[in-house]
């Protein structure tokens, strides 16, 4: 049994932690003493508050009231740079400061001309005016229409923090006024996440992964598929941990073989001075199929783990050899399509089945039309190099996101305030999937389509007629696709209702804007670590709410006030009882694991409680199932790994087969018809979490001229004639956009890089389809979903063209607010 009280003791404890972890990684190095130095209690004295955000645990330095610096953790792996931006995003020229609405919508309610949205005019108001408007309009839409004309599906990553958590609290007050539809699954994984418990029995791409002390230790060839873990690995949805940078490290330390396949040079490139493969994107199936149809026709593959533990390779080897369709999908093949040597092909089947390997495999690929086929097709291919649940072999796909992978501890599972909807004990979608459900990313097609059928996952259902959007903690008019199409679709709304702290784009396309509180100006607890659940941080307030911010929490509770339902809404508990009776819940679970927590009034003086890491730097991935796979069965149908999947098959969707395929995208890079000569990659930002901390000081580090980058191979930007800090023209049928050129060989002949999350700036708002001036990449992409049975977003699926700018110089305004709202 282990107790844990007071400073002394945990810091015993970290100190057992780091030493099971040292088995692996320890004789290298890694760690300092540092570990061992002063906790938070002491930072306090210094007149300093410890708290934490996605980037990671920092003390907060407070002078005059004033937050002066994030100081990282001291038992921080690998702090994130961007703590100086989420420093800088309390008091960003962009704070929202005060309740607005749009001066049409407030003088002719829901008769307003809906095609204004977006410019500009605002009206300061009250508080009290604000909610009353918000409370009368819910109200009458769910009178009028019913709970199915109110979308509270609100996706986004909105801030860490298990009470504060603004899209729960939207959920907890539309429930309690009639009911509202939900957005199902998220943008991360729309497709893997649909695809394989069919193939793996569990979603795989939020599970725990081999842990890196194993990884270390055993594999000799590490490879990043459509993973950038060196940037990815910044962030976490509750409070990063960094423990995966700790396992790079441990990897590059040792000499492991890295091989990184991305058609962009990334950041694990460069930090590994790995190998690095180049397909053209998109084509990662193909280049699969050619590396399994090297292991199969050479005699290569371990027919013995297909035959023990996969089902359906007799029917899916057919469409591999030619014999189903004609075509071999030799290594030959595949480099017509994926523009990878044949040889290198061949070459790597070889290299990865003669070591101990491991793919460890991003998302990017799967966010892209067809996208199942990707990691349906990579557990195929691992499953014929037939090294998984062996330690260090077989696939992964969460190593690159927060850090899955790390040791984990046997710490109780933190709980949060919930929606008060349907309780289980799946992910929160799941609970409330259902009729009342769309998929995530078909919010543009059911605004377009009120009635419309649409298949997800073997069902059919169709879209309800939506009146009221409601949105907190997300960003739509950075994060959906195809932006003209959506600003269209966005007129079918009477009303759009948005609270956030920046004056996003969408926040300057909602009728009714509130100001909220960062999280660094309220109380809140949160988990440490998404994975390895290091454990329980209290997340202090750090400075008061500037201007007339309000807590979310705060705001939901007072319309559910005006709703009558307001003792419903806090259960008769404040801020404090509310984070109290969170933590008491966990230490009770924690009690029972025999685990004990100090009381909650000692936890919150000395703001984090640590746990132990007892077996978790050991685990190996489906090392119960190797061993015996009747004892230990997957959750699929046959109990096996699903190579051909009999309930996809009954789908009988023509865009998702019962079998791994290579299917052409929409469009790609010399794709057949292809109507424009680049690819768009749309990756995940470096210096961001998709749109947070664009409206910083951090933008003043990567934007060029003005703009966000974008990154051009040296031989594409002669070609056109343009230079390194050019302002560029990047367009295709859906639109156009600004950007500042970068020209680096980082970018492959043929691809340009754009990250998501630039905030779109229309020049004139009022025209469809007008030049975006900073560099919003969602202005080109497709709003396509990835087929009929995962309904995922496509955000990689996208090829443009390239000018120098020459038109009339624009001013970028969407980082300080609207003239009104100052
Ligand atoms: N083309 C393309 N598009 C993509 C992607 C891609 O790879 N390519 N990636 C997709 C993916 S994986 C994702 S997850 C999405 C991300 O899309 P989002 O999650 O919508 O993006 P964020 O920029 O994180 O938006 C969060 C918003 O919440 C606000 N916020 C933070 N905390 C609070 C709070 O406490 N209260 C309130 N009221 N607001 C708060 C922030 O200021 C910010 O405006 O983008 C998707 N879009
Ligand atoms: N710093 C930072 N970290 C983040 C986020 C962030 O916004 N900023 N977002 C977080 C979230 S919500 C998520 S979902 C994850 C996303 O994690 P991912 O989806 O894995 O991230 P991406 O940056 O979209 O893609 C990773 C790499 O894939 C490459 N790539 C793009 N297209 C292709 C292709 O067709 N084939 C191959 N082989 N490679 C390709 C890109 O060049 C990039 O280097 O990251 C999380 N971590
Ligand atoms: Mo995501």
Redesign the pocket.
């Known amino acids: 049994m282990t107790k844990i009280s007071g400073n002394d003791l945990r810091a015993e404890l970290s100190r057992r932690a780091f030493l099971s972890y040292s088995v692996a990684a320890g004789a290298l190095g890694l760690f300092g003493p540092s570990l061992l130095a002063k906790g938070a209690r002491a930072a306090e004295a210094n007149g300093a508050v410890m708290s934490g955000s996605h980037w990671g645990v920092f003390t907060a330095q407070v002078e005059d009231g004033r937050a002066t610096a994030f100081v990282p953790w001291e038992k921080d792996p690998h702090p994130s740079a961007a703590l100086e931006g989420v420093l800088d995003s309390i008091y960003s020229p962009s704070r929202i400061k005060y309740p607005m609405v749009r001066r049409e919508y407030l003088e002719k309610g829901i008769e307003a001309d809906r095609s204004t949205r977006g410019n500009g005019d605002f009206v300061r108001v009250s508080w009290d005016q604000a909610l009353d408007l918000i409370a009368k309009e819910i109200q009458r839409v769910e009178a009028t229409y019913g709970p199915q004309a109110v979308f509270g599906g609100s996706y986004g990553?909105k801030s860490s923090g298990r009470l504060h958590n603004c899209t729960t609290l939207l959920r907890r007050m539309l429930n309690l006024a009639g009911g509202f539809v939900n957005g199902a699954g998220?943008?991360?994984?729309g497709a893997a996440q649909v695809i394989m418990p069919h193939v793996m029995g569990t979603l795989e791409v939020y599970e725990q992964q081999t842990a890196w002390p194993v990884v270390a230790e055993n594999t000799e060839i590490m490879v990043f598929w459509a993973a950038d873990p060196v940037k990815t690995l910044q962030i976490s949805n509750s409070i990063a941990d960094h423990g995966g940078y700790a396992g790079l490290d441990a990897l590059k330390a040792k000499g492991t073989k890295v091989i990184v396949i991305d058609p962009v040079r990334s950041a694990t490139v460069d930090f590994f001075d790995a190998e690095h493969i180049r397909p053209k994107p998109q084509t990662d199936v193909a280049m699969m199929l050619g590396m399994a149809h090297t292991l199969y026709s050479e005699g290569l593959y371990d027919s013995d783990f297909i035959e023990n533990y996969t089902s359906g390779f007799d029917k899916f080897l057919p469409y591999l050899t030619g014999d189903a369709d004609g075509v071999a999908k030799t290594a030959e093949w595949a480099a017509e399509i994926c523009g990878v040597p044949a040889e290198t092909i061949k070459d790597l089947a070889r290299r990865l089945k003669g070591s101990r390997s491991m793919l460890a495999a991003g998302?990017s690929m799967q966010r892209m039309h067809h996208g199942e086929q990707a990691h349906w097709m990579l557990v195929t291919l691992a499953s014929m190099i037939g090294q998984i649940g062996l330690p260090g072999g077989g696939f992964g796909l969460s190593y690159h996101y927060a850090s899955g992978g790390a040791p984990a501890t046997d710490g109780p599972a933190l709980s949060g305030i919930t929606d008060g909807g349907a309780a289980s004990g799946g992910p929160e979608w799941l609970a409330t999937a259902g009729v009342s459900a769309i998929p995530v990313a078909r919010v543009v097609e059911m605004l377009e389509n009120p009635g419309g059928e649409f298949d997800f996952n073997g069902n059919r259902a169709s879209y309800p007629d939506i009146h009221l959007a409601y949105w907190v903690g997300g960003n739509p008019f950075t994060h959906h696709q195809d932006r003209n199409r959506m600003l269209k679709a966005w007129e079918k709304l009477d009303t759009f209702i948005v609270h956030d702290f920046q004056w996003t784009a969408t926040a300057r396309h909602a009728d009714i804007i509130l100001p909220a509180t960062t999280s660094y100006e309220r109380n809140d607890i949160e988990t440490i670590g998404d994975y390895s659940n290091l454990g329980i941080l209290a997340m202090k307030q750090v400075v008061a709410p500037l201007y007339e911010a309000k807590n979310d929490y705060d705001i939901f509770e007072a319309i559910s006030d005006k709703l009558g339902k307001k003792a419903a809404f806090n259960e008769g508990k404040d801020e404090m009882g509310w984070l109290q009776s969170l933590y008491e819940a966990a230490a009770k679970q924690g009690k029972a694991k025999g685990i004990e927590m100090p009381d909650f009034e000692t936890f919150w003086a000395d703001g984090i409680v640590e746990f132990p890491i007892t077996t978790g730097a050991q685990y190996v991935r489906y090392a119960e199932f190797r061993e015996d796979p009747l004892l230990n069965p997957l959750g699929t149908p046959t109990g096996l790994i699903e190579i051909y999947s009999k309930n996809i098959e009954k789908m009988g969707y023509d865009d998702c087969p019962a079998h791994p395929t290579w299917m052409e995208p929409l469009e790609r890079l010399d794709g057949p018809g292809a109507k424009f000569p680049l690819h768009v990659a749309a990756s995940?930002p470096f210096h961001r979490l998709h749109s947070q901390l664009n409206g910083t000081v951090l933008r003043e580090g990567y934007a060029i001229a003005g703009h966000e980058p974008c990154l051009m191979n040296p031989e594409d930007a002669a070609a056109r004639g343009i230079a390194d800090g050019d302002v560029v023209r990047v367009y295709n049928d859906r639109g156009q956009i600004l950007t500042g050129v970068k020209v680096t060989d980082a970018a492959m002949k043929g691809v340009i890089q754009i990250y998501e999350g630039g905030w779109y700036d229309p020049l004139d708002p009022a025209e469809k389809g007008t030049l975006d001036k900073y560099g919003d990449v969602n202005v080109l992409t497709a709003d396509i979903p990835t087929s009929k049975l995962g309904q995922g977003n496509c955000g990689q699926t996208v090829i443009a063209e390239v000018e120098k700018y020459t038109g009339p110089e624009v001013t970028v305004t969407v980082f300080t607010a609207p003239a009104a709202a100052e």
Do not use: I, V
Not at 186 to 189: G, L
């Open positions: 990553w998220d943008y991360s994984t998302w995940h």
